[in-house]
């Protein structure tokens, strides 16, 4: 089929799907203004089944998931701690512990591995910034944000969890500045974190070595250029927010997003010293928040997600990008997962990607279905096996919350889908930063 011919039966083709009753669509009337259907208890979906919901022992502010030997890790956003909660039956999820480590640190970031959980100790950033809306939040550099700074802990927290209702610290390597935002560690020797030192404007990657487990030892530090003051770098340029959210590493490479500085590879076979391979940067004209580096080795592909962080869509759309990694000197977008639109997503919230299911080890790991958080769209599952032409396969939509968690001002009351873990049968955990967790169950 020739290019003209092939557009001709697309054309056709979305004319056809444009034209499907509500049924084939799985129960949608077609797109919906917000408050015209009102979303019940469960949520609505297509090809994901709820199976239950917990506001996580009274603190439903919920961010990224973790599991194994039947429990649920969580990290919370507003709260300032981990519950652990007991899924030994998803259907009744049961908190049965909850770690702190004290007021005004926040410690919503965590990984699990070997009956470990290294946990993100860090500034709760929301209590001691003053801005009127979101988006502050986002755009405006780490260390000239802190408007009312208080006394937290900043580092690496490490727990012995072979029993996981007695969560025990067994070590903490302490990072002088405001702490930690994210961390990737499968298991193994090392952990790479991204992690605000004094004297940087903002997080950077910091290689941690975990191989006396009681003793972590940081062994390298890797930024872009402008992020160090201490060595009179003048800073991110054209007022972005240049931001290490966190780095994903698959074999002998690290996939690391910046939040408005794009996209770096990395040669990680020495650890102590990452070699950059590549850097690019689609914003502009792209709205930024690069998020999630999801690499997929085995295609030689990586699925970035671009974090929405502007409600009502006042920044335009944010979309999650297929990117072409053969040559990691030279990183090519080749498509965007599609943007859903049965509803209007964007008259309240935030709406747009969050963050990807991130095939660790232990969970569901696939190359050709990506798992994905939308906010106020709740969580999206999408084939690729045509890495060209993806397409959305399943999804769930939750209800908007009873209240707001989330102190900030003038924030929407609206959902958040915020963070999924999936199990290899399915089953998802998925948080919400004002709602608690939702159980689902994919059907396909």
Not at 172 to 192: Q, S, V
Not at 201 to 212: A, E, G, S, Y
Not at 223 to 237: H, I, K, Q, T
Request: hydrophobic share 40%.
């Amino acid at each position: 089929m020739g290019d003209l011919s092939r557009r001709a039966h697309l054309l056709q083709l979305g004319a056809g799907f444009a034209g499907l009753g509500a049924a084939a669509l799985g129960g949608w009337p077609g797109p919906l203004r917000a408050g015209e259907e009102e979303i019940p208890p469960e949520g609505i979906g297509r090809g994901i089944k709820h199976v239950s919901y917990s506001d996580i022992g009274g603190r439903p502010d919920s961010v990224q998931v973790m599991f194994g030997r039947e429990h649920i890790y969580v990290g919370h956003m507003f709260s300032d701690g981990v519950t652990i909660l007991d899924a030994s039956d998803p259907r009744a999820l049961k908190p049965v512990n909850f770690f702190t480590a004290g007021q005004y640190t926040r410690t919503h970031h965590l990984q699990l591995a070997d009956d470990l959980l290294l946990v993100a100790n860090g500034a709760n950033i929301v209590a001691m910034q003053s801005y009127d809306n979101m988006r502050g939040y986002f755009e405006n550099t780490l260390v000239d944000s802190i408007t009312k700074a208080k006394k937290f802990r900043s580092g690496l927290s490490i727990h012995d969890v072979s029993k996981p209702a007695e969560m025990r610290e067994i070590a903490f390597l302490e990072m002088p500045g405001f702490g930690i935002n994210r961390l990737w560690w499968p298991g193994g020797r090392y952990a790479y974190v991204s992690a605000h030192f004094d004297g940087f404007t903002d997080h950077i990657l910091c290689v941690v070595d975990l191989q006396n487990i009681t003793k972590p030892e940081i062994i390298s530090n890797w930024w872009l250029p402008g992020m160090n003051r201490a060595a009179g770098e003048e800073g991110p340029p054209n007022g972005k927010r240049i931001a290490l959210h966190h780095m994903i590493t698959a074999d002998n490479r690290g996939y690391a997003a910046w939040r408005d500085g794009g996209l770096t590879i990395h040669d990680i076979s020495d650890p102590a010293h990452p070699k950059l391979l590549s850097h690019i940067n689609w914003s502009p004209p792209f709205p930024g928040g690069t998020h999630t580096p999801l690499p997929l080795p085995k295609r030689k592909l990586a699925v970035i997600a671009d974090e929405a962080n502007a409600e009502k869509c006042a920044k335009g759309l944010f979309y999650t990008f297929v990117v072409d990694v053969r040559a990691p000197e030279n990183p090519v977008p080749i498509a965007t997962l599609p943007t859903p639109r049965e509803r209007d997503f964007c008259a309240n919230g935030t709406f747009g990607p969050h963050n990807l299911h991130e095939n660790r080890p232990g969970s569901l790991q696939s190359e050709e279905m990506i798992f994905a958080t939308y906010n106020t769209a709740g969580v999206r599952v999408f084939d690729i096996k045509d890495a060209f032409a993806p397409k959305e396969i399943a999804y769930w939509v939750p209800p908007t919350p009873k209240k707001l968690i989330d102190p900030r001002p003038n924030v929407a009351l609206a959902a958040k889908t915020c963070d999924v873990y999936v199990r290899p049968d399915g089953m998802m955990f998925v948080s919400d930063w004002n709602a608690g967790m939702h159980v689902l169950q994919y059907l396909g």
